[in-house]
């Protein structure tokens, strides 16, 4: 089998990692990939959003299958240009794909189908979306400020006071974020711990794969602005077996159904960002995606075989598949390059990788690329993903940070907390 992989982070170097191991696996292409998917994959010089290229491409070289990694190339509709070639394609249709796309979209499509979230408006005007403002902080309510469209995790904006609220919504409708800042989604702000549920699913079966948490700002505690996650660690406790069967049966089960019935063509892997809260579980965001960080930590676990479990989402055939997992958790540092989520500065040389390995982590590459002399560089804000299991989640953290202390390039930084919330359970 020959698979091509889209996209260059983590993630996807996560993905070709375990995808290369599977059985009948000939080879594997990553478009347009990074220093680390080089070493096991053949990198494919096509941007994710060339859409005819990619599609080319898969032609020329008969691949069976592609594998969307990231979420902008599926809402401009890679999955519906594959399709229409005749190859087998892991990842929703454009107009599926507008559950991660738009934020209206996804609110009125959980709305309709019974999902639990937050309570929500959407405004495609500045001052009706201020009156509502006002009038929940009078209320004494807090609310969450997120642009439509894709704004790559940036249009959100947890208003913690009134002022923060106000001028979120005028930058939305600055123009700042271009088509996604047209409309507002505003909302309650929900209290409680977070949770990353990923699902794979052909539209006729829906499978979880095991629970995992991200770590969002980019400092220790908790601190600082949003990223796109800083790390991450599988299973999450706070996703009791008791949880998971209600996530199961009020979301998953209810996405499963919601898509059959709007006629939404999704074969890949759903991602639902859930708080958990006093009143049960809530969606966030659903995401038509693997995340990034957590693919990391939660593929580090698996054990069966990927390429066998994604093609057969691809053929509708996933009621087949059954996947097993290592009882031991997993935890995913990201290196940065300082300044993240900030600018930062590329082409930092990164030394220590193969010490880093010796000590028995994975180390996936996300902003890396290869230098002039064949080493890796620092090519964007997160760069690496430092990966590893432990016997119990303590073990697995130092695991992990025993491998970061033997990497290092000018300004690295790192979170020092990671898994905190597991380990404070303990
Ligand atoms: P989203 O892109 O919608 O997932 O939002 C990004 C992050 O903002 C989430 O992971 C949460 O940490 C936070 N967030 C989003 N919606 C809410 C909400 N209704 N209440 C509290 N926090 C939220
Ligand atoms: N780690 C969050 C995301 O992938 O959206």
């Given amino acids: ?62 691949v069976d299958l592609v594998v969307v990694g990231p979420e902008a190339p599926l809402c401009a509709g890679l999955a ?46 500045p001052e009706p979306a201020l009156d509502y403002v006002a009038a929940e902080y009078a209320a004494g309510r807090a609310v969450v400020v997120k642009a439509d469209g894709l704004a790559a995790g940036k249009g959100v904006v947890v208003a913690e006071n009134e002022e923060d609220a106000i001028s979120a919504v005028k930058e939305c409708f600055s123009g700042k974020f271009g088509e996604a800042g047209g409309a507002v989604v505003i909302e309650e702000l929900l209290r409680g711990e977070e949770a990353s549920i990923l699902a794979l699913t052909d539209g006729n079966t ?20 949003n990223t ?26 209810r996405f499963l159904r919601g898509i059959r019935e709007d006629g939404l063509d999704y074969k890949g892997v759903i991602y639902a960002g859930i708080m958990v809260t006093g009143d049960g579980p809530k969606v966030l965001e659903f995401n038509a995606r693997f995340g990034d960080p957590e693919t990391q930590a939660v593929l580090a676990r698996l054990e069966s075989d990927l390429a066998d479990a994604m093609l057969k989402t691809a053929e509708g055939k996933l009621g087949e598949v059954e996947l097993k997992w290592s009882g031991e958790p997993a935890v995913c540092v990201v290196m940065a390059a300082g300044g993240y989520p900030g600018s930062y ?14 000590k028995g982590a994975l180390v996936f590459h996300a902003g890396t690329a290869v230098g002039e002399n064949g080493e890796a560089i620092t090519s964007g804000g997160r760069v690496l993903g430092v990966t590893a299991k432990g016997a119990d989640i303590k073990t697995a953290v130092d695991n992990a940070y025993a491998a970061v202390a033997e990497i290092n390039w000018n300004n690295a930084f790192f979170r020092r907390d990671i898994a905190h919330r597991a380990i404070s359970r303990i």
């Avoid at 983590?10 to 059985?23: D, F, I, P, V, Y």
């Avoid at 796109?228 to 089960?253: C, F, N, Q, W």
């Fill in 345 to 358: 500065v590329k082409g930092d040389t990164i030394r220590g990788l193969d010490a880093a390995k010796a």
């Fill in 228 to 253: 796109g996650g800083m790390g991450a660690y599988s299973p999450a406790p706070v996703v009791t077996d008791e949880l998971m069967t209600e996530i199961r049966e009020k979301v998953l089960e």
């Fill in 80 to 125: 519906d240009a594959m399709a229409k070639r005749g190859i087998r394609v892991f990842g929703p249709k454009a107009e599926a794909a507008k559950l991660e796309g738009s934020k209206s979209f996804a609110k009125d499509f959980m709305k309709r189908h019974g999902i639990p979230t937050a309570a929500a408006d959407t405004f495609d005007a």
């Fill in 1 to 62: 089998m020959r698979i091509l992989v889209v996209g260059g982070g983590g993630r996807e170097h996560a993905l070709c990692w375990k995808l290369a191991s599977g059985n009948g696996v000939e080879k594997v292409y990553c478009a347009p990939g990074n220093a680390g998917t080089a070493e096991i994959a053949e990198n494919v010089d096509i941007p994710v959003g060339a859409l005819d290229e990619i599609a080319d491409f898969a032609e020329d070289k008969e």
């Fill in 206 to 225: 829906i499978l979880p794969l095991a629970s995992s948490q991200d770590h969002k700002r980019v400092g220790d505690g908790d601190s600082g602005p």
